[in-house]
C-alpha cells in the first residue's frame, strides 16, 4: 500500500475551489456502484438515475436518493445529457460525474454540466474535444513530438481514391469513436470497399459521425497504456503503465499492470510521451493515453480516452491509490497529493472481464436472466459488479457483468489467485465467457507473458477446442450430478420433494431430460453415501458423494472429485453449473411443453430466427433475391455489437418481417428463405 505524504507537494491547497456535497452519476452498472462506494467514503451522497429493470440492482440500492427514467432507451436515459442535467438540478446535486461510457468523452455535455453551474468530474471540456476526435488528436499529438503511424481520414468515397499510398493491411475504425466500435481490417482493396461502408454505418450509429478513419495496421503489436492524472493547478503525473493487449473485437478482456514486456527503459519513453501530450492540451483530471509497441520495442500513439478506464482497478491495485476520490479532489481543485516521486509500483495485478456472450459461438452477446450467483472470496480478489442476486440482463447495455482482479506480490502470485477465484465464480443462466477466461490463464504464451493484440486469433483453435462445452463436461457427468441431488435435496418447492416427484420417485426409479433426449436412472444400492446405479439399464461406475449443500455438490466418479454448482427453478427444472457453463436438466416428472420456447413447426428449415432480442440496423437482403449459404440478410444490434444473420443455405428470399430500427424479440422469425433443391429431388421422391 502507498502512504501518501501531502505535506511534501508545494502546490497543495488547504482549501476546495468548489465544495461538492452530491453527485449525480450519469451512468449505470458497476461502475455506478464503483462511484458510489467512493463519494460514501468522502462523505458525499449521490443520486442515480435508473430504469425500472434495474431499480433493484445494487447501484439503485446503495444510492442516497434514486430517479426512475420513464424509458429503457439510450436516447431517453444515459444519452440524454439535457435530461441528466435537469435531474441533477432537480436534487439539487453540486456535480456529474460521467463514468465511462455513454457521454463521458462527449465535450458538449461537459461543457453543459458547467454552463449549468454544475461542477463536471472530468478533464475540461477542450481537451475531450481536442482527444475525441482521432484526426485532431493525432495532429496534437504529432505536435507534441510522439511517433505515428500513416493514416487517412474522411468519406469511404474519398479514402478509397487516396489510400494508394498506405500499406495493407489496414485498420478501419471511427474518427470520433472509441472502445473498439465499428473497427474492421482490410487486407486488400477489395475489403476495403466493402468495410468502409458499413464502418460509417457503425460510426453514425454509435458516435453520430460518419468520418471513417483508416491506419497502417502493426500486424502484431502490444497494447500499451499509461495512466495519467493532473489537477487544475498544472501538476501532472503518471501511474504507470497497464497492458491490455488480449482483446477480442477490438475490445480489452485481460488487463495487467505493470506490463510483462515493458522494462524500465521502454517504461521511461511510454510514460514521458503521455506526459508530453498532457502538457500540450492542458490536461487535468484522469486520463488514459493509449499506445501500440512492436516487437522492438518501437511506441506508436493510439488514441487518449479522457475518462477513467473500465480497467482503472489493476493501476489501484499496484499503487494504493483510490483514482474515483482523487477525480474527486481535482474537480474541487483540489491540488495533488502526491508527486511523481511519492509513486511506486507496488506487486502486480491482473483483471478479467467477464461478459454475458458466447465465446465458443464467435463472442455472441447472451442476454437472458442469471438465475444464480457466487462471487470469488474477497480476500482472494476485487470483484466489480452490480448484482449478487438474480437478475435480469438485457440486450439494451453493454455485456459486461463483472470485473475481478486479483493482486500478487508477483506476476505468478497474480495469476495464480485469479485463477482461483474464476474457479470460485458461479453463474448460472446466460451463457459467460468465463471458461474462455479459464482457458487463457492456463495457456503458456500468457503465463510466460507473450500477450499481443493477435492472441486470441493465434490461439484460437486450441481455446474453442478447449471450452467446447460437450467436449469436457459428458452427458453422464451431468447425469450423476442430476442423481445426487434427485437424492439428497430436501427443501420443499410447496410441500416437499416427494410430492412434487409423484410416482416418479418409487422403487429409486426417475426420468430426465437432457438435450431433449430422455433418459432413465435407477439406483440399485445406496450404502454410506456411496451410489450404484444405472443409465437406460446399463451399469455405471459408482457415485461417491463428498458434500451436498445449498447450491453445490462435491462427488467422486471415473477416478476423479467433480465441483457443480446447482439451483432449481420454481417449474422444477435443474441448472447446473460446471466448467462455467450452465446446463439444463428436466426432471421427467415435468411437463416437457413447458419448456418450448419456438413452437418448432412454426419454423421452417432456412428461416432467419433473432437468436437474442435487439435491433435491425441494416437489412442487406431484399425479396425475391437469390443468396447463396452465408449472404448476409440483416444486421441485428444487441449489447453495443452489431450481428449479421446470414442465410443457412442457398434459396431465394421468400420476405422479410421486420424493418430498420424495429425492435425484436429473442426467437422472432425475421426472414424465410425458400431452399433451392437438388435438380434430380423430384425425381427421387416420385419413384
Same mark, same amino acid.
Given at each position: ?61 446503495? *444510492? ?7 424509458? !429503457? ?37 461537459? *461543457?453543459?454540466?458547467?454552463? @449549468? ?43 478509397? /481514391?487516396?489510400?494508394?499510398?498506405? !500499406? ?7 474518427? @470520433? ?11 486488400? !482493396? ?12 457503425? @460510426? ?25 492524472? $493532473? ?55 484522469? $486520463? ?43 474537480? +474541487? ?18 483483471? %478479467? ?26 480476500? =482472494? ?9 438474480? &437478475? ?20 505468478? +502470485? ?24 479459464? /482457458? ?99 451399469? =455405471? ?18 477416478? !476423479? ?13 435443474? =441448472? ?20 418450448? &420456447? ?11 430466427? *433473432? ?37 443457412? %443455405? /442457398? ?37
Amino acid at each position: 500500500m502507498l502512504f501518501l505524504r501531502k505535506e511534501n507537494h508545494p502546490g497543495i491547497t488547504k482549501m476546495a475551489q468548489n465544495n461538492i456535497h452530491k453527485i449525480l452519476i450519469a451512468n449505470r452498472g458497476e461502475i455506478a456502484l464503483r462511484i458510489i462506494s467512493t463519494a460514501h467514503k468522502m462523505g458525499i451522497a449521490t443520486v442515480l438515475p435508473v430504469t425500472r429493470e434495474e431499480a433493484r440492482s445494487l447501484p439503485a440500492q446503495r *444510492a442516497d436518493e434514486v430517479f426512475l427514467f420513464e424509458s !429503457s432507451n439510450l436516447s431517453d436515459t444515459y444519452l440524454n445529457s439535457d435530461n441528466l442535467i435537469h435531474i441533477a438540478k432537480k436534487y439539487d446535486a453540486d456535480a456529474i460525474h460521467p463514468g465511462y461510457g455513454f457521454l463521458s468523452e462527449d465535450a458538449g455535455f461537459a *461543457a453543459n454540466v458547467q454552463d @449549468a453551474g454544475l461542477v463536471w468530474i472530468g478533464p475540461s471540456s477542450r481537451s475531450i474535444a481536442q482527444m475525441g476526435n482521432k484526426l485532431e488528436a493525432r495532429k496534437i499529438a504529432g505536435k507534441a513530438g510522439l511517433r505515428l503511424t500513416k493514416a487517412l481520414s474522411g468519406t469511404p468515397e474519398y479514402i478509397l /481514391e487516396k489510400h494508394a499510398h498506405l !500499406s495493407f493491411p489496414l485498420l478501419i475504425k471511427a474518427a @470520433a469513436g472509441g472502445g473498439g466500435k465499428g473497427m474492421k481490417i482490410a487486407q486488400t !482493396s477489395s475489403e476495403l470497399k466493402n468495410f468502409l461502408k458499413d464502418a460509417a454505418r457503425e @460510426a453514425l450509429n454509435y458516435f453520430g459521425n460518419e468520418t471513417v478513419f483508416v491506419e497502417e495496421y502493426l500486424k502484431n503489436p502490444r497494447h500499451i497504456e499509461v495512466q495519467v492524472f $493532473g489537477d487544475q493547478q498544472g501538476h501532472t503525473v503518471h501511474l504507470f503503465e497497464r497492458e491490455c493487449s488480449i482483446q477480442r473485437r477490438y475490445q480489452k478482456i485481460i488487463e495487467e499492470a505493470p506490463s510483462p514486456f515493458v522494462n524500465e527503459e521502454l517504461r521511461e519513453r511510454l510514460t514521458a510521451d503521455a506526459l508530453k501530450l498532457c502538457k500540450e492540451i492542458n490536461y487535468h483530471n484522469a $486520463g488514459t493515453v493509449e499506445f501500440l509497441v512492436d516487437d522492438n520495442g518501437n511506441h506508436y500513439f493510439l488514441e487518449m480516452n479522457t475518462r477513467l478506464q473500465v480497467e482503472h482497478p489493476v493501476t489501484e491495485a499496484i499503487t494504493g491509490l483510490d483514482l474515483v476520490e482523487e477525480q474527486i479532489k481535482v474537480a +474541487m481543485g483540489i491540488a495533488l497529493s502526491f508527486t511523481q516521486d511519492d509513486l511506486v509500483i507496488s506487486g502486480h495485478a491482473v483483471e %478479467t472481464r467477464i461478459y454475458a456472450e458466447n465465446a465458443f459461438n464467435d463472442f455472441s452477446p447472451e442476454p437472458g436472466d442469471i438465475n444464480f450467483i457466487k462471487w470469488p472470496e474477497k480476500r =482472494m480478489a476485487r470483484t466489480d459488479t452490480f448484482f449478487d442476486s438474480p &437478475i435480469e440482463i438485457q440486450s439494451h447495455f453493454d455485456p459486461m457483468l463483472a470485473k475481478i482482479t486479483s493482486w500478487g506480490h508477483s506476476r505468478e +502470485m497474480a495469476i495464480k489467485k485469479l485463477t482461483a477465484s474464476l474457479q470460485q465464480t458461479t453463474i448460472l443462466g446466460v451463457t459467460t465467457n468465463l471458461p474462455y477466461l479459464r /482457458e487463457v490463464l492456463k495457456t503458456n504464451a500468457f503465463i510466460s507473458g507473450d500477450t499481443t493484440t493477435q492472441f486470441t486469433s493465434v490461439h484460437r483453435n486450441a481455446l474453442r477446442q478447449a471450452i467446447h462445452p460437450n467436449g469436457r463436461e459428458k452427458t453422464n457427468l451431468l447425469l450423476a450430478a442430476y442423481l445426487v441431488w434427485i437424492t439428497f435435496y430436501r427443501k420443499p418447492y410447496s410441500k416437499n420433494l416427494f410430492s412434487a416427484l409423484g410416482h416418479r420417485r418409487w422403487n429409486a426409479n426417475y426420468s430426465v431430460i437432457f438435450n431433449e433426449i430422455p433418459c432413465h436412472l435407477s439406483i440399485t444400492s445406496l450404502k454410506n453415501k456411496t451410489i450404484q446405479w444405472k443409465i437406460n439399464h446399463q451399469e =455405471m461406475e459408482f457415485l461417491k458423494v463428498v458434500s451436498f449443500a445449498d447450491n453445490y455438490m462435491t462427488f467422486h466418479f471415473k477416478d !476423479s472429485d467433480h465441483h457443480i454448482s446447482w439451483h432449481s427453478l420454481a417449474n422444477g427444472e435443474l =441448472m447446473l453449473g460446471t466448467g462455467g457453463y450452465t446446463y439444463r436438466l428436466k426432471p421427467g416428472f415435468l411437463l416437457q411443453e413447458n419448456f418450448q &420456447i419456438v413452437t418448432k413447426n412454426t419454423i421452417k428449415d432456412g428461416d432467419i430466427v *433473432a437468436p437474442i432480442p435487439g435491433k435491425i440496423t441494416s437489412i442487406p437482403g431484399s425479396p425475391g433475391s437469390e443468396v447463396s449459404k452465408g449472404s448476409p440478410i440483416l444486421v441485428l444490434e444487441a449489447m453495443k455489437m452489431e450481428n449479421t444473420l446470414s442465410a443457412s %443455405t /442457398e434459396g431465394t428470399i421468400e420476405e422479410i418481417l421486420v424493418g430498420i430500427n424495429e425492435q425484436v424479440k429473442a426467437g422472432q422469425l425475421l426472414a424465410r428463405i425458400i431452399i433451392h433443391q437438388p435438380e434430380n429431388a423430384h425425381q427421387e421422391n416420385i419413384s
